[in-house]
Structures are given as structure tokens and as C-alpha cells.
């Protein structure tokens, strides 16, 4: 993994349209959009192997011989130079730490985090879509806290209220069962409660806090006992999945969760990840990719299908699209298919940002 010596975020440029065109291969139409569009990302990774093999996320980092597989698929820089409005990013629990030892690993991880992010005031923490919307006026990247297993929070009762608001989004689960539930993973055994009484009562101060309740990697009994509980003026999410009716797999929900997802007014983040998508590991293409959103529109409509790439987080993206650099290329492969331009902005960004202020309107 190749980066370039010094920090790389000082000497960002956004691209304009006719050099995002020309290095996407793109109309200047399917530019333009882009680059108009409010975008956001509901779920990227990177901070995960900020922590884990030091990827610094303020240098530009090429493609380099892996290809992008696995990492090394967004940074600040790039970011800032493709023209990625807002992004949620995710700190994810280590299975292996005691819960009670949680909330100060988080303390730090958020902290150094908003640090890195922040330095040089090219990126913002915050809470909301009005938040978005000054980043956007002063040209800054915005960027969301989320959490992925809500393990990563701790026991402290006391942490909810430090955050003061900057917790935007919180999935009970990951990769394996926690004190809250069991996982989707076919990888471990999720015998037990689906939902445990500890799983009921975050949901609540979740509600209560007007965080989402992001339903991403959850076993299917689960999901279904988390909208049951689900207080009123709750919103659910999935930051990123891939769908069934487009490629049936244990990652991706169905029809009937899609519906539910919608019925209450939260929004599903379709994944980039080619083996979900319905590709082989090596020959992702963003063709599957738009399977999966058409087929979401289909079912719920355009206003509740948006992004969730999970960048950084052990994908191997389409190959037409490795990196972040590429994502204007999305929104041709969508033109093609006849996507009319307001549905294209609704995935792009429009939708997350409409939940947002629904759940938030003061943030």
C-alpha cells in the first residue's frame, strides 16, 4: 500500500466536472450530477485499519499491486478530491474486550479520530443534516460518528450523555453475538435469545437520544424483535447490505425486511462488497451493483435506498470501481439504466440526509 510522503488533505482539490469526466471515463451529464448531488456515505471503515495497521487516513494512498482489495479504498484526500460530501464513520467493538473495559477504548478511538479528521479544518464531526449543510456552505467534508456493535460503547452509563449528540448512529451487532443479540454470521454459533432484554433496553435510549438504530449484521429473529420493541419516533436503518431478491446470501435481507425497513421511515444502505453483490471476489461490477439498488427502489420506492459502501472494512469492491475515485461512475452506470436524475440524488445522499432531519431537526 503506497502512500505519499507528508499530509496529503493540505493539497486536496476537488475535482471540477470536466476532469471528473475525463477520469472516470463519464459523460460530462453524469459529472455534473455527481458533483451536484448532497452525497453520503452511511457506512465506511477506514478508521478500523487507522487502528489496526496505522492507515492514516490524512495521506492519499495509491491502488497499488493489492488492487484495493480488502483496504485501501478511501482516505481524506481522495475523498475531498472525488467530491464525497458527508460520510458515517463507523468504530467497530473488538469482540475479544471485556465490556466493562469498552467505553474508555471508545473515549480514545472517537477522540484520536476527531483529531485526525478535523486537523487543518478540511472535515467537520456532525450531528445532522443542518450540520451537512454548513460543511457544505464552508466546503467541508462532513463526517458522522457511528458505532458497529454496540459493544464498542461500554457499560458506562455516563458515555451517552460525554457524547453530547455526536453519536449519530449505533448497530447493536457485528460479526458475532454480543449482550445485546446475535449476529446474521454464518461463522458462529448464535444459539440464545435473539434480542436480549440488555438489546431491548438500548434500543430505547437510542430512541430516546434520537440516535439510529442501524439493523445492519443482525439475525433475522433479531431485526424482527427490534421493530417490535421500536418506540415511536424511532428510526431503524441498514447502513449497508446487499438485497436478497437480487442475490439471495445470509448478508443480505429480504422483501419483507426492505418494507419494514421503509414502513418506518428509515432508509437502506446498499453495500459494495462483489460476493454479496453476487460477483465473484475478483470480478465485481458496478452492473451487480445497481441490481441490487433497482431492485430496492422496485420494492420501497427511491426515497428509502442509499449508499453504504463499507469501504475499508474487508471488501473487495466492483473492479470498475475500486476505490472512492470512482464513485462518480455510479451515477452513469445509473443513467443507463434510466434512473430519472431525482432518483439518483436520493440515493446519492438526498434520502440519508431526509431521516437525519426528520430524526434530528435542531442538528
Known sequence: MKSARGDDVERATRRTPSDTAAACGISLGAADLFLASPTVDLHMESPSFRRALGYDLRKRHEIGLRRALLFGQADLPRILEVGLRGAFYSLTANPLRPIELGADAFRRQFAELRSE??????????????????????????????????????????????????LVSVGLVHLTRNAYGASSSSFVTQSGEALTRRGRELIERLAERRIFIDLAHIHPRAFWA??????????????????????????????????????????????????????????????????????????????????????????????????????????????????????????????????????????
Not at 446498499?270 to 471476489?281: A, M, Q, T, V
Not at 451493483?289 to 420494492?299: G, P
Not at 420501497?300 to 474487508?314: C, I, K, T
Request: net charge negative; glycine share 12%; with cysteine.
Open 117 to 166: 479528521l478535523e486537523r487543518g479544518n478540511r472535515a467537520r464531526f456532525v450531528r445532522g443534516a443542518r450540520g451537512y449543510r454548513a460543511c457544505q456552505e464552508a466546503g467541508l467534508h462532513a463526517a458522522f460518528l457511528a458505532v458497529q456493535g454496540a459493544g464498542a460503547l461500554g457499560s458506562d452509563e455516563h458515555l451517552f450523555d460525554e457524547l453530547g449528540g455526536d
Open 226 to 363: 427490534a421493530l417490535d420493541v421500536l418506540p415511536p419516533g424511532a428510526v431503524p436503518i441498514v447502513s449497508h447490505t446487499g438485497v436478497s431478491g437480487a442475490h439471495a446470501m445470509w448478508r443480505n435481507i429480504d422483501d419483507r425486511a426492505l418494507r419494514a425497513i421503509a414502513d418506518r421511515g428509515g432508509v437502506v444502505g446498499i453495500i459494495f462488497h462483489s460476493l454479496y453483490l453476487g460477483d465473484g471476489l475478483l470480478s465485481g461490477t458496478i452492473k451487480s451493483l445497481v441490481d441490487h439498488i433497482e431492485h430496492a427502489v422496485r420494492v420501497v420506492g427511491p426515497e428509502h435506498v442509499a449508499l453504504g459502501s463499507d469501504f475499508d472494512g474487508l471488501i473487495c469492491p466492483p473492479r470498475d470501481m475500486p476505490t472512492c475515485l470512482e464513485l462518480p461512475r455510479l451515477v452513469q452506470a445509473m443513467l443507463d439504466r434510466r434512473f430519472d436524475e431525482r432518483t439518483i440524488v436520493g440515493i446519492l445522499g438526498e434520502n440519508a440526509l431526509r431521516v437525519l432531519a426528520e430524526l434530528r431537526p435542531e442538528d
